[in-house]
C-alpha cells in the first residue's frame, strides 16, 4: 500500500548525485566511479576534472575522502568508470507484488494524490478551498459549494503555492500577492488601491523570478571571484614552497660560512703556535742547558761543603794536616770559577711584540664577519690569548686582537732572524679578508683579499652574505680611485703581485675603450688589453675583472667561473660597498 509507496520512493530518491543533488538517470547524469569508488553524476565529474586543469593541475581530490583523482587529458565522459549496479537500479525499480516497474513519474503522481476531505468518501481530491481550507473531490466539492458560491475553488495542484502565502499584515486575509518596485515590499490588493496608488507594482511572483534570475548572476559572479581566489592560493603555496626551500639554502650558506671561520680560526691558531715554537726553540735548549749546568755545579759545592765539615769536626789534628794543602786548592780553585750564567732575553722583545702582532692580524682578518650575521656589533669580550710575555716592556706593547683597526689593517709584520709567517703564500686564515676601507662617492667601499683559486662560482654570494652590495663605480674619479687603492694594498703585502685582478659582480666591461663600469679608467691601467686576442666585453650580468698592469681587463666567463684569469698569482681583490 501507501506505506511500501513511501518506502520507494525513498530508495528511489536516493540515488541521487550527493553533489549537485540532481537523480541520476541513464542520459547525461549516469553514475560514474572515482578511483576512490565514490559515485558522482557524469556532470559533477566533468567539472571538477575541468576546474582542477584551468588551475594547472592534473589531479583533483575527491569531495567526500579528498583521495587523489588522476585526470586523463582530454577530458570526456568515457574517463570515468560506469556504476552498473547504480543504472540497474534507476533502469528498473519494480513494485515486488505486482511486479510493474515503478517509474518517477508514477511515484509523484500516487504519492502526491489527497484523499478527499468529504465525509464517506474514499476518491482522491481534484480541488482545494482556500476559504474552507479542504482538498475535496469534484462531487463533494460541488455539493458543498452550491451554497458558498463566494468561495474561489481552485485545482489540487495551486494547494502547496497557496498554502505558501502570506496575508497582508494591514489587510488580512488579503494575501500579498504584488511587489511594489517602489517600495521593494510585498502588498495586496487593497495595498496597491490605498497606500500604493500612485507606486509602481507588478505581480509578486513574475519579479521575484526577476529576483532569482539576479541571484543566478549574483551566483556566478562569486563562482568567478572563487576561481580568482582559488587561483591566486594556488600561487601563494607555490611562493610559499619557493620562500621556504630558498631559507633552507640560506642557512646552508651561512652554516657553511661559519664552519669556515672556524676552520680559519684554527689554521691561525696552529699558525700562531707553530711560529711561537720556532721562535724560542734555540732559546729555550740553551736556558734548559744553563739550567742543567747549574744543578751540576750546586751538586758539586754542595758535595764539597759537606766534605770540608766532615773533615773539620771528624778528623784528627794529623788528618787536617795532611789534607790542609789538598782542600785549600780545591776551595781556591771553586772561588775562582766563574758561575754559569741563564742566556739574558730581553732582546727578544722585539721579536715577541711582532709575533703578537701577526697573530692579532690573522685573528682580526679571520672575524672579518658581515655585520648582517651579526646579532650586535660587538667587540668580542675574550681577546686574544697572549703568549707569555718576557719582560715587562714587551707586555706593555701587547695589543688584543679587537683594538686593531679593521679599516686600515696594517700588513702582516715578519719576524727578524726567523722565516716568514707560512712558506706558502695561499694562507686559508687571511683567505677572503677584509684588507681595506675607504670612503668614496658618499658610500663605503670595501677590498677583501680571497685566494686566486677559489672559484668565482663559490662567491656569487658572497656580498649578500656580509650585508653589502657589489661595487659599482660611480664616476671616473670613483672607478680609477679603486684601481690605485688595490695596487697599493698590492705593494704592502709580502708577495707582492701586480697582476692580481680586481673583482666585482654585475658591471660592464670595455676593453676597446678602456671603460670599468662606463667610466674611463685609461689613466691607470696599461694598453697592452689593445693586443691580446682573448679579452672580451663583460655585459654586466656575470663577475667582471680589471688591473692595473699587463692585461687590464679579463672576462671570468670565459674562464668557465673556475677563476678570474690565471693561476701564477696568489690572490685576488673582492670588492663591495655599503
Not at 114 to 125: D, H, I, L, V
Not at 180 to 205: G, R
Amino acid at each position: 500500500g501507501r506505506k511500501r509507496l513511501h518506502k520507494m520512493k525513498a530508495v528511489y530518491f536516493s540515488l541521487d548525485c550527493k553533489i549537485c543533488q540532481v537523480p541520476y538517470n541513464t542520459t547525461d547524469r549516469e553514475p560514474r566511479i572515482l578511483e576512490c569508488n565514490h559515485s558522482l553524476c557524469t556532470q559533477c565529474c566533468l567539472q571538477l576534472a575541468q576546474h582542477a586543469l584551468d588551475a594547472g593541475k592534473n589531479t583533483f581530490a575527491c569531495p567526500f575522502d579528498r583521495s587523489v583523482i588522476k585526470i586523463t587529458v582530454p577530458v570526456t565522459p568515457d574517463c570515468f568508470r560506469k556504476n552498473y549496479a547504480l543504472l540497474d537500479v534507476i533502469a528498473e525499480v519494480k513494485c515486488p507484488a505486482s511486479g510493474r516497474v515503478i517509474t518517477q513519474s508514477f511515484m509523484e503522481k500516487t504519492l502526491t494524490a489527497e484523499p478527499c476531505a468529504g465525509r464517506g468518501c474514499s476518491n482522491n481530491a481534484t480541488s482545494y478551498c482556500p476559504t474552507c481550507g479542504k482538498a475535496m473531490c469534484e462531487s463533494c466539492s460541488a455539493n458543498v459549494h452550491k451554497i458558498l458560491d463566494d468561495h474561489v475553488v481552485v485545482p489540487i495542484s495551486k494547494k502547496t503555492s497557496i498554502e505558501q502565502q502570506v496575508p497582508c499584515p494591514e489587510h488580512p486575509p488579503n494575501l500579498l500577492q504584488l511587489y511594489c518596485t517602489s517600495c521593494n515590499a510585498p502588498i495586496c490588493h487593497v495595498c496597491a488601491v490605498l497606500t500604493h496608488k500612485d507606486h509602481n507594482y507588478d505581480l509578486l511572483a513574475g519579479e521575484m523570478l526577476k529576483v532569482r534570475e539576479t541571484f543566478s548572476r549574483f551566483t556566478d559572479l562569486v563562482h568567478k571571484k572563487r576561481d580568482e581566489v582559488t587561483k591566486f592560493e594556488a600561487e601563494g603555496h607555490t611562493q610559499k614552497v619557493v620562500l621556504h626551500a630558498a631559507i633552507e639554502e640560506r642557512k646552508k650558506a651561512i652554516t657553511a660560512s661559519c664552519d669556515a671561520l672556524r676552520r680559519d680560526l684554527d689554521a691561525a691558531q696552529a699558525l700562531s703556535l707553530e711560529e711561537v715554537d720556532k721562535l724560542f726553540a734555540v732559546q729555550v735548549k740553551s736556558v734548559d742547558t744553563a739550567v742543567a749546568g747549574l744543578s751540576k755545579f750546586s751538586d758539586d759545592l754542595k758535595l764539597m761543603e759537606q766534605f770540608i765539615e766532615r773533615i773539620r769536626t771528624g778528623a784528627s789534628d794529623h788528618e787536617v794536616a795532611d789534607l790542609y794543602a789538598d782542600i785549600q786548592h780545591k776551595v781556591k780553585t771553586v772561588i775562582e770559577t766563574p758561575v754559569p750564567t741563564v742566556p739574558d732575553l730581553p732582546h727578544h722583545s722585539k721579536q715577541f711584540t711582532a709575533l703578537q702582532q701577526l697573530f692579532d692580524q690573522l685573528v682580526q682578518n679571520v672575524l672579518a664577519i658581515p655585520a648582517s650575521l651579526k646579532a650586535k656589533p660587538t667587540p668580542p669580550t675574550t681577546p686574544a690569548p697572549p703568549v707569555p710575555a718576557v719582560n715587562s716592556a714587551a707586555s706593555a706593547r701587547h695589543q688584543p686582537a679587537h683594538t686593531l683597526i679593521a679599516s686600515t689593517p696594517a700588513p702582516a709584520p715578519t719576524l727578524a732572524g726567523s722565516p716568514p709567517p707560512s712558506t706558502s703564500p695561499r694562507n686559508p686564515a687571511i683567505d677572503r679578508a677584509l684588507m681595506s676601507e675607504y670612503q668614496s662617492c658618499n658610500r663605503t667601499v670595501r677590498v677583501y683579499r680571497v685566494d686566486s683559486r677559489t672559484p668565482l662560482s663559490a662567491l656569487v654570494d658572497f656580498a649578500v652574505a656580509r650585508g653589502v652590495r657589489w661595487f659599482a663605480p660611480r664616476s671616473e674619479a670613483d672607478a680609477c680611485k679603486l684601481v690605485r687603492t688595490c695596487d697599493s694594498l698590492g705593494r704592502k703585502e709580502p708577495w707582492y703581485c701586480s697582476h692580481a685582478w680586481i673583482c666585482t659582480y654585475g658591471v660592464s666591461t670595455d676593453p676597446d675603450n678602456c671603460k670599468f663600469g662606463g667610466f674611463s679608467v685609461r689613466s691607470v691601467v696599461d694598453d697592452e688589453h689593445k693586443n691580446h686576442s682573448q679579452v672580451s666585453v663583460c655585459n654586466g650580468k656575470a663577475f667582471c675583472a680589471v688591473r692595473r698592469f699587463s692585461c687590464s681587463f679579463g672576462n671570468p666567463n670565459e674562464q668557465g667561473y673556475l677563476r678570474c684569469w690565471d693561476a701564477s698569482h696568489t690572490y685576488d681583490w673582492l670588492v663591495c660597498e655599503l
